[in-house]
């Protein structure tokens, strides 16, 4: 199928933006009074209309009367999409597809004024921090008295060790001490292979559920749980020389690596989809709705034909490089954000280390585990290595960066690396629609 990359605004008075860097199948129709979006099919045909909750105009009454709520961790936050202001600890993004599905929800019912839109998703996030009872329990922070007709849930890479793999595998943020690429894909198989993350997820979906009193208060209440996207094309040879490793000669792009870190991903999206169809067979109708939109970012992974990695122009990369921009325009603009260069980044990096005002080498690493925040973890690794090790260079470095955001920001920009771009999270949105337009009643 030939892709078609278009930019259509439908409306201003409506101010939704719809269809950027979409292919040509997953494109938005607008029709008539009734602002119905659905998609368009490779012959021109209209597929069915999203469902209703999502589609009805609502009257101008200055109360939400439709609303959902978003759970989980960094993939869901959107870390790296773009702020206004001062990024919030949980790093939200406005560019995160939750955030793209309120904007879409609120222009189908008049306005912000007349939807609920609860953003509880944190990066760092585990399904400890859903569950409730605990200290940064998201389904406590839940408020059920608003309108909460559905919600999104994206969670797992934590607790199955993706930022250990990362670490280990592909950017050695503690250089040697980083461990073994072996022993950090063992342990991720270990937490696939038991039974401990069905029954969590089994437990959070559950309490979700209850939170919201879906049997009494809300018989339509559904959760669409997303899963992750494999992260590499596996098999171009000319990526087995290159590196993303942060120090100086890091590790390089094997097949062999990126094949078993795309068989991780895939294994944890076979690992929520067998819990959502556990919850499901509890119920006459499906409560929960499994999206996997991994086929979408085919062609849009690290590592694919003619691409030397890393490549930080590359707008079809749909995964973030270390200090990357995003990729909503070619100058990697985002509401009035710039995101830097890598040098600039990995030099500011330097200096942290150097002058010891953000990263502390020998307090950071409990906080930052605490947090789970990549970003953190990183920094705190990178600083940890340079104090044992003064001699470390860095892998890009030119020596002439210079760092364009304050110190506070640095964390994200490490935090951000293998979460999708603006446009990944366009595409995780519309694969969303695509499953509620097959599933779901319209």
């Known amino acids: 199928m030939r892709l078609d990359y278009v930019h259509i605004i439908l409306s201003a008075s409506l101010g939704i933006v719809t269809g950027w860097g979409l292919p040509r199948s997953r494109r938005t129709y607008f029709s008539g009074k009734q602002h119905v979006l659905g998609f368009i099919d490779d012959d021109g045909e209209r597929q069915r209309p999203l469902p209703s909750f999502l589609l009805e105009d609502g009257a101008v009454h200055n109360r939400p009367s ?127 292979d038991s039974s401990d993350f069905d029954q969590r997820l089994y437990v959070v979906i559950t309490e979700l559920l209850d939170k919201v009193r879906w049997e009494k208060k809300k018989p339509g209440f559904r959760v669409t749980v997303t899963g992750y996207a494999r992260f590499f094309d596996s098999e171009t040879k000319a990526c087995d020389d290159m590196s993303l490793g942060v120090w100086w000669r890091g590790p390089k792009l094997k097949r062999r690596l990126r094949r078993r870190v795309n068989d991780m991903v895939l294994a944890v999206n076979r690992k929520i989809e067998h819990a959502v169809a556990r919850i499901n067979r509890q119920f006459t109708r499906a409560k929960v709705l499994f999206v996997d939109y991994d086929a979408a970012f085919e062609g849009h992974r690290f590592c694919e034909r003619g691409v030397a990695e890393p490549d930080y122009a590359r707008n079809e990369t749909w995964f973030f490089l270390v200090g990357g921009p995003d990729n909503v325009d070619r100058n990697g603009t985002v509401n009035g954000t710039v995101s830097i260069g890598a040098e600039a980044l990995l030099l500011r990096a330097k200096e942290v280390v150097a002058e010891g005002v953000l990263v502390d080498p020998v307090t950071c690493l409990p906080p930052a585990q605490r947090s789970g925040d990549w970003g953190e973890l990183a920094l705190c690794y990178m600083a940890m290595s340079k104090a044992e090790d003064p001699t470390l260079r860095l892998a890009r470095d030119d020596g002439q960066a210079k760092a364009q955001n304050s110190m506070w920001h640095v964390p994200t920009y490490y935090g951000k690396t293998f979460h999708p771009r603006s446009l990944g999270h366009t595409a995780i949105r519309d694969r969303i629609y695509e499953v509620w337009s097959q599933r779901l009643p319209s």
Do not use: W
């Open 66 to 192: 439709v609303g959902f709520a978003a759970l989980g961790d960094s993939y869901s936050a959107g870390i790296g999409t773009g702020f206004e202001g001062k990024e919030d600890e949980c790093r939200h993004g406005l560019g995160a597809y939750p955030q793209l599905i309120a904007s879409d929800l609120a222009a189908k019912h008049g306005g912000p004024n007349n939807t609920s839109f609860q953003f509880l998703s944190c990066t760092g996030s585990t399904t400890d921090d859903l569950l409730t009872g605990g200290a940064a329990s998201q389904i406590d922070a839940l408020n059920a008295s608003r309108p909460v007709d559905f919600a999104l849930l994206t969670v797992g890479g934590n607790d199955l060790g993706f930022f250990e793999v990362m670490n280990a595998c592909i950017f050695r943020f503690y250089n040697f001490y980083s461990g073994t690429c072996d022993t950090a894909l063992a342990h991720a198989q270990a937490r696939l």
